[in-house]
């Protein structure tokens, strides 16, 4: 790790982070930094494109900022990395959305937006891994900034922190992010009811490179529930998918539910929101530098739309420079 003073920030906002918290960590922090005598240059973009474009922007002229903060929850940092991944600039928590399972890796305080402007200005700068996905476009859940990042075969991948989640944990994303409530992470939990009364297990393609020991391609095919690939241990508030994932290792985990009954689905559940480790001979866990993925069922990244499988998964090594305490 290494230490980097902080005299400038671009601000990252987002109105709707947390219902609202995001802006009310960003108003705290704010008032922190000036009292410091930190710059601030805040930037609200009217959606993902936008709000790409502008960090981009930002980091890319003569008064490039000391670091890139985010005050909203890991939607908001998974759209700001798209535009300072591998630049050299690092990215500073102010954690205000729903789950902020990034910051709760990394260390960063989730209620008290004061005391993560302070690791901003005095913490140290992590290199971490990044996680990138090509996937098949979803018309029906686009991701909402193909715009910013191309289009086309010569589209860049989407990058993620967190987790990326597939099958059945991908729908209940989904339908979380268009619920109004219950706020917070119960939410998930309201939103897998209707899910598990639909078709559980699927047949899933696994394809598997790079993985630990230098072992060579691996290919296999099961039925299974959903799939989760992580470049951090959890999703959705604490929910402990992959429970050996190493942020800085340069792989991802894979865990793979399999088929199992409904009634076996609604007893795991509640411990892996819990954020206990899932002990199920149906449950399988694997590491490797790249993963494909061939379903019939979408994904999600960071807790956003990222298409359909087929889909395949990529550790980019040392992509993000974050502050820590």
Not at 89 to 107: M, W, Y
Not at 220 to 237: H, I, K
Not at 270 to 280: N, T
């Amino acid at each position: 790790m290494s230490t980097n003073p902080v005299r400038s920030v671009a601000l990252v906002t987002n109105p709707h982070s947390g219902h609202g918290r995001g802006l009310a960590a960003a108003a705290a922090a704010a008032a922190h930094f000036a009292e410091r005598d930190v710059r601030v240059r805040e930037i609200r973009g009217a959606d993902a494109a936008e709000t790409i474009r502008l960090v981009r922007d930002s980091i890319s002229g003569a008064d490039r900022p000391d670091a890139v903060v985010c005050a909203g929850g890991d939607g908001l940092v998974c759209v700001t990395l798209q535009a300072i991944a591998g630049t050299g600039v690092p990215l500073g928590l102010l954690p205000g959305g729903t789950g902020n399972d990034l910051a709760r890796e990394l260390g960063v305080p989730d209620d008290d937006p004061r005391a993560a402007a302070d690791i901003v200005l005095g913490g140290s700068i992590r290199t971490i891994d990044l996680g990138s996905v090509r996937s098949t476009p979803d018309p029906g859940h686009p991701h909402g900034w193909p715009e910013a990042i191309g289009s086309g075969a010569a589209a860049a991948p989407m990058r993620f922190a967190t987790v990326a989640g597939t099958g059945f944990d991908a729908r209940v994303t989904l339908r979380a992010n268009r619920m109004r409530r219950p706020k917070g992470s119960l939410r998930y939990s309201f939103a897998a009811v209707p899910e598990l009364l639909g078709t559980l297990g699927v047949p899933y393609r696994v394809e598997l490179s790079g993985e630990p020991g230098g072992a060579g391609d691996r290919v296999f095919e099961t039925e299974a529930v959903m799939v989760a690939v992580g470049n951090t241990r959890t999703y959705g508030g604490g929910m402990l998918i992959c429970p050996d994932a190493v942020v800085d290792d340069g792989l991802l985990d894979l865990t793979v539910v399999g088929a199992m009954s409904r009634l076996q689905m609604i007893r795991m559940l509640p411990a892996l929101a819990a954020g206990k480790r899932i002990e199920h001979p149906a449950v399988g866990h694997y590491r490797a530098r790249a993963i494909t993925l061939t379903a019939a069922v979408p994904v999600t990244a960071d807790g956003d739309p990222a298409g359909r499988l087929p889909a395949t998964f990529r550790v980019e090594p040392g992509a993000l420079d974050v502050l820590v305490p």
